[in-house]
């Protein structure tokens, strides 16, 4: 619907056929209304009285007036007339002519919010075990303060004598009919503003709101929460918040199937006699015993650790070892290193004594 700007007449409240005295005694009593500066400047209150004191200085010139008469004449003919009566016949007329033509009645369809489209990045530990991830949002929604109604003064509003409170107005001879503009299509002049929204009914919302996340969420998973976007305006049907997930990787543990894995650097030392590693989990780090005998074994195996399955049951996790070989050793370190491998001897190894075995079977046989 298209903003209609009324007429000076029915901005001051007067008659086309008003004289100067009325219109000056209009502009009086308007303008202690509706000045700003008793509405503590409100952007409304500003707008009106802007259009009363165009009004008053249009109409109380006679050349202006003149002037002005002509084109209210050839723009709404029916102004001039002055005799309600007409109006009502042109509003039969219009109906007839839209019930001839079958052209039915728009509908009025059902005010929806506006989805809220987001990415979200979860961790890898909340997409992989499920849960809740909270989604900070900002969008726009009925002012809680006022209810959408823009104030919480309803009674310091007057209503507007410019539609006589149906916040629209009819006008010419095709009857159309637009938004108020002295009154925003309210019905009622605005002006004492509720302090949160502004007098718009609308407030900027911003909170975290709590989606569910499945378990073995994966990245571009999109998820819905009903009814948590914006609602335009009281009574209408919030949208909803439309979550695409990220997912962060984690820095260590890789999925597998249903098991996860972890690569674990281990010392000689602790390859040779046990001790106690530390490794990450989905529930946080645990440590690790290593057994004395962990001889040629690359991988620990722990159940119960691993993803999630349909069945509620988890997998395992893998602990992949990796001997992490010394890379800045000393002249003098190395000579150690080499005393103490003689004083062990190749059998200790028994990698290197089964090869030494196989090498053996190797070698030429003598004729």
Same mark, same amino acid.
């Given at each position: 619907?298209?903003?209609?700007?009324?007429?000076?007449?029915?901005?001051?409240?007067?008659?086309?056929? *008003?004289?100067?005295?009325?219109?000056?005694?209009?502009?009086?009593? %308007?303008?202690?209304?509706?000045?700003?500066?008793?509405?503590?400047?409100?952007?409304?209150? $500003?707008?009106?009285?802007?259009?009363?004191?165009?009004?008053?200085?249009?109409?109380?010139?006679?050349?202006?007036? &003149?002037?002005?008469?002509?084109?209210?004449? &050839?723009?709404?003919?029916?102004?001039?007339?002055?005799? =309600?009566?007409?109006?009502?016949?042109?509003?039969?007329?219009?109906?007839?002519?839209?019930?001839?033509?079958?052209?039915?009645?728009? %509908?009025? #369809?059902?005010?929806?919010?506006?989805?809220?489209?987001?990415?979200?990045?979860?961790?890898?530990? &909340?997409?992989?075990?499920?849960?809740?991830?909270?989604?900070?949002?900002?969008?726009?929604?009925?002012?809680?303060?006022?209810?959408?109604?823009?104030?919480?003064?309803?009674?310091?509003?007057?209503?507007?004598?410019?539609?006589?409170?149906?916040?629209?107005?009819?006008? #010419?001879?095709?009857?159309?009919?637009?938004?108020?503009?002295?009154?925003?299509?309210?019905?009622?002049?605005?002006?004492?503003?509720? =302090?949160?929204?502004?007098?718009?009914?609308?407030?900027?919302?911003?909170?975290?709101?709590?989606? @569910?996340? !499945?378990?073995? *969420?994966?990245?571009?998973?999109?998820?819905? *929460?009903?009814?948590?976007?914006? $609602?335009?305006?009281?009574?209408?049907? =919030?949208?909803?918040?439309?979550?695409?997930?990220?997912? @962060?990787?984690?820095?260590?543990?890789?999925?597998?199937?249903?098991?996860?894995?972890?690569?674990?650097?281990?010392?000689?030392?602790?390859?040779?006699? #046990?001790?106690?590693?530390?490794?990450?989990?989905?529930?946080?780090?645990?440590?690790? $015993?290593? !057994?004395?005998?962990?001889?040629?074994?690359?991988?620990?195996?722990?159940?119960?650790?691993?993803?999630?399955?349909?069945?509620?049951?988890?997998?395992?996790?893998?602990?992949?070892?990796?001997?992490?070989? !010394?890379? $800045?050793?000393?002249? *003098?370190?190395?000579?150690?290193?080499?005393?103490?491998?003689?004083?062990? #001897?190749?059998? @200790?190894?028994?990698?290197?004594?089964?090869?030494?075995?196989?090498?053996?079977?190797?070698?030429?046989?003598?004729?």
């Amino acid at each position: 619907m298209d903003v209609y700007v009324p007429d000076h007449y029915r901005v001051l409240g007067v008659a086309v056929a *008003a004289d100067a005295s009325a219109i000056k005694d209009a502009y009086r009593k %308007l303008s202690r209304v509706y000045h700003p500066d008793r509405h503590g400047g409100s952007a409304r209150a $500003t707008t009106c009285f802007q259009y009363i004191s165009s009004a008053h200085v249009e109409l109380s010139d006679p050349l202006r007036r &003149l002037n002005y008469d002509r084109q209210l004449l &050839l723009r709404d003919p029916l102004r001039m007339v002055e005799d =309600p009566r007409a109006a009502q016949a042109l509003d039969v007329l219009d109906l007839v002519v839209r019930r001839i033509k079958r052209r039915p009645e728009a %509908l009025p #369809g059902a005010d929806r919010g506006r989805d809220l489209r987001v990415r979200h990045e979860v961790s890898f530990e &909340l997409a992989a075990l499920g849960g809740t991830a909270l989604v900070a949002v900002s969008y726009d929604s009925v002012c809680g303060t006022c209810r959408g109604q823009g104030t919480t003064e309803p009674a310091r509003n007057p209503v507007c004598h410019v539609c006589q409170g149906k916040g629209t107005v009819k006008h #010419g001879l095709r009857r159309t009919n637009d938004e108020c503009g002295f009154c925003a299509g309210r019905g009622a002049v605005l002006l004492a503003n509720c =302090p949160d929204c502004s007098g718009r009914g609308i407030a900027r919302i911003e909170q975290q709101i709590g989606v @569910a996340v !499945p378990p073995r *969420a994966t990245a571009g998973l999109v998820l819905r *929460a009903r009814g948590m976007g914006e $609602t335009p305006a009281l009574g209408t049907q =919030p949208g909803d918040l439309v979550v695409e997930l990220a997912v @962060a990787p984690h820095p260590i543990l890789a999925i597998d199937g249903d098991d996860l894995v972890a690569a674990v650097p281990i010392t000689w030392l602790q390859a040779i006699a #046990g001790g106690t590693v530390s490794v990450p989990t989905l529930e946080g780090i645990e440590r690790l $015993t290593l !057994p004395a005998d962990l001889g040629g074994r690359r991988e620990l195996r722990v159940v119960g650790r691993g993803m999630l399955r349909a069945d509620g049951s988890r997998g395992a996790l893998r602990v992949r070892l990796e001997l992490d070989v !010394p890379r $800045t050793l000393s002249e *003098a370190d190395c000579a150690i290193v080499r005393d103490l491998h003689a004083n062990w #001897g190749d059998g @200790a190894f028994a990698a290197v004594s089964d090869y030494a075995r196989r090498l053996a079977q190797c070698a030429p046989k003598s004729p």
